[in-house]
């Protein structure tokens, strides 16, 4: 049973080329194009090749208007200025993240902090509830700012 389902599968595949026939093309005395198996009689008739393959290869692409040309040469600019301005950001964001790490970590590791506020020229020793809070503050910026 299987080989005659087999048998019947390939017969019916192969003819579908085997049916394929001849087909004509003409045009008529009102200039309208008209397709047939037959040829008419008494007028000329072109043959088509209905078994055309597909080109293995794409064909070579068209050459770009010089607008498109500019264009692409305009948007090759505004990418290259975008990706620095991203690549800029980025190394400040580095170095943002670098130094409020390092801050945190001498919050953390060292209970007596001095600062020197704006303005004076003196040195205080931070509270332990100011230190808390920029040890806070610090956690925040990190968890914002460096995933």
Known sequence: MRRLILTG??????????????????VDAQGNTHFGSQPPEGQQATSINTNVATPKTP???????????ADTDEQ??????????????????????????????????????????????EMRRLTEEERQERISEAEKGIAENCQ
Do not use: F, H
């Open 9 to 26: 599968s390939l017969l019916l595949a192969l003819s579908t080329t085997a049916m394929a026939g001849q087909v004509y093309k003409w």
């Open 59 to 69: 064909a070579p692409a068209a050459a770009k208007p010089a607008a498109a040309v």
């Open 76 to 121: 090759k600019a505004i990418d290259s200025k975008v990706k620095e301005d991203v690549a800029k950001q980025e190394a400040e964001r580095k170095q943002y993240c670098e130094t409020v790490r390092t801050n945190l970590a001498q919050l953390q590791n060292n209970p007596r902090v001095r600062v020197q506020e704006e303005g004076k020229d």
